[in-house]
């Protein structure tokens, strides 16, 4: 398959660049799949009212068939075709958060999405995205867009082009290049419930303290607890993406470790001076105060501890770096959960197959 490319990092409302997204628009109406930016990573889009368009995302991302997809709209509009009455919590939450990386778990009209967007529950998640591209080209094509992060399956998520070119070049119909993402994971899933509380099924871009403002009560779902963690394929469909399977995983072997500064250095620079006698090539991923303190082959840095947006936004990046040198051996320091440390956990924590090390001092 010929996997078309089109750069619209400019503006986009120059003319070349909204000739460049009818194009897309168009493939995504003729129910082929195109790769878009949005605030978050980069998404690989359908329509999600064409049962073929969206199991030719799963076939490209290799992603396990009862693994639900969120939509994306452009408008609020948009949602009158294929959601029911949403709650007053659910409103307000659109009203606070939209645009931008916050996805709802919305009550789902029957028959109006194709039955894989929702892998057969009765609910889809919906979030309408921060980034002037992705809006422009939901509106082109003007459909609903179901999207997953346009990566293979389990692989870190793309937050460049390049980066979903190296998973799915060929694979698809094209891929718009609207330059780096910003916030770096994926969007916060929750549930708005009749009483005011929200529930996190995701952590994501919107942070607990923030939804806070506008919910009675925050909670996280207990399937987002180590202990809970289900991945075999016999277990149920998740409600929302990213609760079931392992993801974001590089080639090599990832451990979190989680402790004093100074203790966890000390562990892991063991554990790489014993991996490095096995001829095995290491990688540490850590954050901007520590960095010094490592002795591997090589060493990212998340940013600073006071800044977890920096990790966030780095994170995925870091781990296909480490793809690109071999390395066979990773460990990665865990952060603390506050704020976006929660998201950057979680994804660290499905990077590792939830593998975390707790070293005393």
Not at 217 to 243: F, N, Y
């Amino acid at each position: 398959m010929v996997t078309h490319i089109w750069d619209v990092t400019g503006d986009t409302n120059k003319e070349e660049t909204m000739e460049h997204l009818k194009e897309a628009a168009a493939l995504l109406q003729d129910g082929s799949i195109v790769a878009f930016p949005t605030e978050t990573v980069y998404g690989l889009g359908a329509d999600a009212r064409n049962t073929a368009a969206v199991e030719s995302v799963f076939a490209a991302k290799g992603r396990p068939s009862d693994n639900p997809l969120i939509v994306h709209v452009a408008s609020r509009a948009q949602l009158d075709g294929f959601t029911e009455p949403v709650n007053e919590l659910s409103s307000r939450l659109m009203d606070t958060f939209w645009p931008g990386p916050l996805t709802l778990i919305l009550p789902l009209k029957p028959n109006s999405l194709s039955e894989k967007v929702s892998a057969g529950l009765t609910t889809v998640g919906v979030r309408m995205p921060d980034h002037p591209v992705a809006l422009e080209l939901i509106a082109a094509a003007d459909c609903p867009v179901a999207a997953p992060s346009a990566n293979r399956s389990g692989r870190p998520s793309p937050t460049t082009a390049s980066h979903v070119r190296e998973d799915l070049m060929g694979r698809i119909a094209g891929i718009v290049d609207g330059g780096p993402t910003g916030v770096g994971v994926e969007s916060t899933v929750v549930e708005a419930h009749d009483d005011g509380t929200v529930t996190i099924l995701r952590p994501g871009g919107i942070t607990a303290e923030q939804l806070a403002e506008v919910a009675s009560e925050v909670r996280l779902d207990p399937g987002l607890s180590v202990d809970s963690v289900k991945t075999d394929a016999s277990s149920p469909a998740p409600r929302s993406p990213g609760m079931k399977y392992t993801h974001y995983a590089p080639k090599g072997e990832l451990r979190v470790v989680q402790g004093a500064p100074g203790a966890v250095a000390a562990y892991v620079n063991g554990a790489l001076s014993a991996a490095a006698a096995r001829g095995e090539r290491t990688a540490v991923l850590a954050f901007s105060e520590h960095l010094h303190l490592y002795r591997a082959d090589a060493v990212y840095s998340l940013g600073s501890l006071e800044r977890l947006a920096e990790g966030a936004h780095r994170l995925y990046a870091a781990l296909r770096s480490c793809d690109e040198i071999g390395a066979s051996v990773l460990y990665a320091e865990a952060c603390p959960r506050d704020g976006l440390g929660d998201a950057i956990m979680n994804r660290l924590l499905k990077a590792a197959g939830h593998q975390i090390i707790h070293v005393a001092e």
